[in-house]
Nanobody, 127 residues
Framework: VQLQASGGGLVQAGGSLRLSCTAS????????MGWFRQAPGKEREFVAHIRKSGGGPIYADSVKGRFTISRDNTKNTMYLQMNSLKPEDTAVYYC?????????????????????WGQGTEVTVSS
């Protein structure tokens, strides 16, 4: 499956952005989908993931209460609503999917657990 991320941009601290991730095929059967980010000089880190059904979304502590992940299976699209943005949120944001539904909850924060990735969309938050 191919994933296309969009919605990044330049925003002032305290502002909001909504990222989208559209898949080239149905996401109905994809057990997990997630967002990760990578800041310059740093490793890719987990942001949030959402299951196909059952259980709530999971967030990194650094974004909890500010970011909301969602998915619309009818549009084959996943979203990341980012509010109260901070300069430390500046990064390239990547969407990911467990297209073979092999991921388990204990490994869902690990980027290695996902088999499909979008190209990334850049988010820059100015102070």
């Amino acid at each position: 499956v191919q994933l296309q991320a969009s919605g990044g941009g330049l925003v002032q601290a305290g502002g909001s952005l909504r990222l989208s991730c559209t898949a080239s095929e149905s996401i109905n059967s994809m057990k997990y989908m997630g967002w990760f980010r990578q800041a310059p000089g740093k490793e890719r880190e987990f942001v949030a993931h959402i299951r196909k059904s059952g259980g709530g979304p999971i967030y990194a502590d650094s974004v909890k209460g500010r970011f909301t992940i969602s998915r619309d299976n009818t549009k084959n699209t996943m979203y990341l609503q980012m509010n109260s943005l901070k300069p430390e949120d500046t990064a390239v944001y990547y969407c990911s999917a467990d297209s073979r539904s092999r991921l388990i909850l204990s490994n869902a924060r690990n980027p290695g657990g996902y088999d499909s990735w979008g190209q990334g969309t850049e988010v820059t938050v100015s102070s």
